[in-house]
């Protein structure tokens, strides 16, 4: 089980979506799940997250809604799925230091 579950709603992000993602995969704690609803995109935002999903299964869960239900409809949704004693929160146009979830982590822990 994951110690974080890293939460995202992605709405037709496709230009920021990888590199958003891309700063999660370079963080220094990587006791980490990350849960990503796609919200009905109508641009490449899901085949984005599906390759990412495909190099690291054990790392995505992916969810795609079939119509636009919109931002807390969408967490809600990843909320339901993670497993991670604890949320992070994360936009898809975010980029996050690369120690952001050590330092988090450690400070909840104090």
Same mark, same amino acid.
């Given at each position: 089980?994951p110690r ?7 709405y037709n992000? %496709?230009? #920021? ?8 995969l370079?963080q &220094?704690c $990587?006791?980490w ?6 919200d009905a995109? &109508?641009?490449q935002?899901? $085949?984005?997250? $599906? +390759?990412? /999903?495909a190099s690291?299964?054990?790392k ?5 809604n =079939?119509?636009n239900?919109?931002?807390a ?6 909320? =339901?799925?993670a +497993? ?5 929160r994360?936009?898809?146009d975010?980029? #996050? /230091?690369p %120690?952001?979830?050590? +330092?988090q982590l450690a400070?909840? $822990?104090?």
């Open positions: 089980m974080i579950s890293i939460i995202m709603s992605v992000a %496709e230009r #920021s979506l990888a590199a958003a993602i891309d700063s999660i370079a &220094t $990587q006791d799940e990350f849960v990503i609803c796609d995109s &109508t641009d935002s899901w $085949q984005i997250l $599906q +390759k990412y /999903h690291q299964p054990d995505f869960v992916l969810l795609q =079939q119509e239900r919109r931002l409809y969408s967490l809600n949704r990843c909320l =339901q799925l +497993k991670g004693d604890y949320i992070a994360m936009d898809a975010d980029l #996050s /230091h %120690e952001r979830l050590e +330092k400070f909840l $822990q104090a």
